[in-house]
């Protein structure tokens, strides 16, 4: 088992003939993605890495079964091409795009609620259940399959800390890049639910980051939804107020946001939190044995 | 990307918000002519880009000319939280009934643009927010319909008890609303929103902020910024595709990946030192951006050691490794330097380290103590 995608995944490339769209295309199929098409309008019957292309998403969908789609398009295009994948029929959108406005993302939200279309992202690494599906930019060799349901805001950040989860032989039931903008689709909440309700998942790691009260809202959801145990990290503790750190949704500004509130909220839930990376297998070790 | 009041009134201006007169200023014989002009009751604002201008002393009452030049002399010049005031709005004095507080925010957890509003408006409008936020109504916007005219007027008969007040603020909002979406801001502020004694709704003070991945499709807003010096070089690092932001410490970083590099920050804190900046390279092993990278990192003079942070995923530490060889062929710095390396091809990546005889680690740990160890010496 695992979470949003598996090797049944129909999984649907919008902007493949693009540089990374057509890397990407690469290296997911390498890893046993099933990828049945890709778009590019103006480009159909072509095809690149094996997959062929389409015009359109309704297109690809009609003749193909896709299921999921992944985004690769420029950020001006991107809240477009979400749409056309919703209207299309797609059930979970990942859009890798990175400097989406977040005036699209807030016009995007209703029309995505009202289809019953998932989306992962905008500005985010995409997802992988190790061993059967490869959606994003993640790079492969550090997964391995196992019982840890990850979350996180990050990119790197995440690499860093699967490697150290995998090393330590932890693996993963899915890992999911949930981005950093300040709009975006599934959050801690909804992910931590799925994890929760998947058999297979036996404890879950969150990354958090500065900014916003994402992580105070999935401490709460702990405390008083879950079960199975999760730890913790929130990365930017020393990032100082009003600062814009790379990603649009780690800034701290009035007093809301900072690590220490986070922090604090987490320890409250019963969640231990990490106090640098390497310490998080340690205390998942902790926390699976029942020590903390 | 923010901007002055004084540009932020001219937006409201443009779109039928009513703004007191005011002239901007850099010279306080500016500030006299001004005054003179106007010849009436002025206020002395400083214009800088940060909040608490009225608590620091920056915006003051002049009841005439000589007033006016006296508080410029004060304002002009002066420092507020770092930043020092070069120019200020000299406008009109407005009679007082009673402040008020209306703004738009995105709002992370709505996903939809959120409107709050007080009838206590003021300096103390934080306070508010954290003491009584019953005080404040925040009204989430459906992003399909807009601020709907209804929807103004109720929020609006909820701070004026006089229906035609309601309705000038009323107005406003839906102005308010339409120049947010229109400019894709992140914030559009009137604090306050004022009644004058004879039943005038006017907008004596404006905030507003703009959402950067959006700049791309506002040249009007991107030709109003004013960035200080510090900006400057953070706009410049973006526009080499880095990502940089300077802060007081003396260990310079250099990682892929925003998350890491707060990571980084972190972890050199928690070791006892103290990071000098903020800088994201992206995924690339490209050489240029490397060079690009180090000598931001070695223009700030408070610099002692460099810690360079990588995990290399879709690109690969031996390609990460010879960018660094080529850049640090390129740069000559007595800088200590120590490099981490992990993830794709580390091992590769390392050994070809090695042979310059860079310091190499492998772990973020290690990496953020011997950057600590290197800065002491």
Redo the contacts between chains.
């Keep these: 088992m695992s979470i949003l995608v598996n090797k049944d995944t129909r999984l649907v490339v919008q902007g493949i003939t693009g540089r990374d769209g057509k890397f990407h295309t690469g290296?997911m199929k390498e890893y046993g993605t099933n990828i049945v098409a890709g778009v590019s309008p103006g480009k159909a019957g072509e095809m690149v890495e094996g997959v062929p292309v389409f015009n359109s998403v309704e297109d690809a969908v009609k003749a193909t079964g896709a299921n999921t789609s992944i985004i690769f398009v420029p950020?001006?295009y991107a809240a477009d091409a979400i749409l056309e994948a919703s209207e299309a029929g797609i059930e979970l959108v990942i859009a890798i795009s990175e400097?989406?406005?977040?005036?699209d993302?807030?016009?995007v939200?209703?029309?995505l609620k009202q289809n019953d279309t998932l989306l992962i992202g905008p500005n985010c690494p995409g997802l992988i259940t190790p061993g059967q599906a490869l959606i994003g930019?993640?790079?492969a060799?550090?997964f391995k399959e196992g019982n840890i349901g990850f979350i996180?805001?990050?990119?790197?950040?995440?690499?860093?800390v699967v490697?150290l989860l995998t090393l330590n032989n932890f693996g993963q039931t899915t890992v999911v890049g949930i981005g950093?903008d300040?709009?975006a689709g599934l959050y801690f909440i909804d992910l931590l639910e799925r994890f929760e309700n998947d058999p297979e998942t036996k404890a879950v790691v969150l990354?958090g980051?500065?900014g916003?009260?994402?992580e105070e809202?999935a401490a709460k959801f702990i405390a008083e939804k879950m079960t199975k145990p999760v730890v913790a990290?929130i990365?930017?503790?020393?990032?100082?107020p009003g600062?814009?750190?790379?990603?649009?949704?780690?800034i701290i500004s009035?007093?809301s946001g900072t690590a220490a509130e986070k922090i604090a909220a987490f320890n409250a839930a019963g969640v231990p939190v990490a106090?640098?990376?390497?310490e998080i297998p340690v205390l998942l070790k902790q926390k699976l044995e029942g020590k903390i | 990307m923010k901007i002055h009041e004084y540009q932020a009134r001219q937006i409201f201006r443009n779109y039928g918000i009513p703004v007191p007169d005011g002239i901007l200023c850099y010279t306080v014989s500016e500030v006299e002519n001004a005054a003179r002009e106007l010849n009436c009751m002025v206020v002395v604002k400083a214009q800088v880009l940060t909040g608490g201008r009225g608590k620091a002393g920056g915006v003051k009452l002049a009841k005439n000319v000589e007033e006016a030049v006296t508080v410029g002399k004060q304002i002009l010049g002066m420092n507020i939280k770092g930043y020092t005031v070069e120019k200020v709005l000299v406008t009109q004095a407005a009679d007082i009934e009673k402040e008020f507080y209306v703004g738009f925010v995105?709002d992370?957890?709505t996903?939809?643009?959120t409107l709050m509003a007080s009838a206590e408006g003021g300096i103390e409008i934080?306070e508010v927010a954290?003491n009584t936020p019953e005080k404040i109504i925040k009204y989430p916007v459906?992003?399909?319909t807009g601020l709907l005219d209804f929807q103004a007027r109720n929020i609006a008969m909820k701070l004026f008890s006089d229906i035609k007040q309601a309705q000038k603020a009323a107005s406003i909002l839906t102005k308010l609303y339409k120049l947010y979406?229109e400019t894709?801001a992140?914030l559009a502020e009137i604090n306050p929103l004022i009644l004058t004694p004879e039943g005038d709704v006017l907008a004596i003070d404006g905030k507003m902020n703009f959402?950067?991945?959006?700049l791309?499709?506002q040249p009007k807003i991107l030709a109003m910024r004013e960035p200080d010096e510090e900006e400057l070089k953070e706009i410049a690092a973006h526009e080499k595709g880095l990502?940089y932001?300077k802060?007081d410490g003396n260990i310079g970083c250099m990682?892929?990946?925003?998350?890491?590099?707060?990571?980084t920050?972190?972890?050199?804190?928690?070791y006892g030192g103290s990071?000098a900046n903020?800088l994201?390279i992206g995924?690339s092993s490209n050489p240029q951006k490397v060079i690009d990278a180090m000598n931001i990192l070695l223009s700030d003079k408070n610099v002692k050691a460099v810690m360079i942070n990588i995990?290399?995923?879709?690109t690969r530490c031996d390609d990460v490794a010879k960018g660094l060889i080529k850049a640090m062929e390129l740069i000559s710095t007595d800088i200590p330097i120590v490099v981490r390396l992990?993830?794709?091809n580390a091992e590769e990546g390392l050994a070809l380290l090695k042979e310059t005889g860079l310091p190499t680690v492998s772990?973020?740990?290690e990496a953020a103590k011997k950057a600590i160890e290197l800065s002491e010496r």
């Design positions: 290296r950020a001006a400097g989406v406005p977040i005036q993302m807030i016009r939200t209703p029309l930019i993640l790079p060799m550090i996180s805001r990050s990119g790197t950040l995440t690499y860093e490697n950093g300040p709009v990354i980051e500065i916003g009260d994402a809202q990290f990365a930017g503790q020393t990032a100082p600062k814009r750190m790379g990603h649009a949704g780690a009035s007093g106090k640098e990376p390497a | 995105n992370r957890n996903k939809s643009v934080e954290k459906n992003p399909l979406i894709d992140t959402d950067d991945n959006a791309f499709r990502s932001i802060l990682v892929n990946g925003a998350g890491l590099a707060m990571a920050m972190d972890m050199i804190k928690l990071p903020f994201d995924g995990f290399g995923g879709i992990s993830g794709t772990s973020m740990s």
